[in-house]
C-alpha cells in the first residue's frame, strides 16, 4: 500500500503559476513511476505528467513547455510546477504513484487538489 497526500492547490490568474506538492508513505521502495492526473467538471481524467523512478518524464502537450515534473526520493515527493497557467487548466489534481502487480500495474491516488485559473 502506498498512501499519498497533496498540497499546494489554489486558485490563481491567467498566466500566473502554482506548484503542487504529493507526499508519498507506506511501501514506498515499490513504486516505478508517480505521476499527476486531471480532472474537470464533466470530463474524465487525463495524465498530465509522469516521472519514472529512472527519472525520464513524459508531459501531456497541452502542459509541455509549461509544467515540470520532479521528484525528491530522499523525501519522498513528487512537485508539479505549473506555469503560464491557463483557464482550461482549471481541474482537480490527483498524485498518482505506480507499482507493479502480478498481472498489471497497480495505481493509488491521493485525494485530489482543486486548481482554478480565472480572472
Known amino acids: 500500500q502506498v498512501q499519498l497526500v497533496e498540497s499546494g492547490g489554489g486558485s490563481v490568474q491567467p498566466g500566473g503559476s502554482l506548484r503542487l506538492s504529493c507526499e508519498a508513505s507506506?511501501?514506498?521502495?515499490?513504486?516505478?513511476?508517480m505521476a499527476w492526473y486531471r480532472q474537470a467538471p464533466g470530463t474524465q481524467r487525463e495524465l498530465v505528467a509522469v516521472?519514472?523512478?529512472?527519472?525520464?518524464?513524459y508531459y501531456a502537450d497541452s502542459v509541455k513547455g509549461r509544467f515540470t515534473i520532479s521528484r525528491d526520493n530522499a523525501k519522498n515527493t513528487v512537485s508539479l510546477q505549473m506555469n503560464s497557467l491557463k483557464p482550461e487548466d482549471t481541474a482537480v489534481y490527483y498524485c498518482?504513484?505506480?507499482?507493479?502487480?502480478?498481472?498489471?500495474?497497480?495505481?493509488?491516488w491521493g485525494q485530489g487538489t482543486q486548481v482554478t485559473v480565472s480572472s
Open positions: 507506506g511501501n514506498i521502495n515499490s513504486v516505478a513511476a
Open positions: 516521472i519514472a523512478s529512472t527519472g525520464n518524464t
Open positions: 498518482n504513484a505506480q507499482c507493479p502487480g502480478s498481472v498489471s500495474m497497480v495505481h493509488y
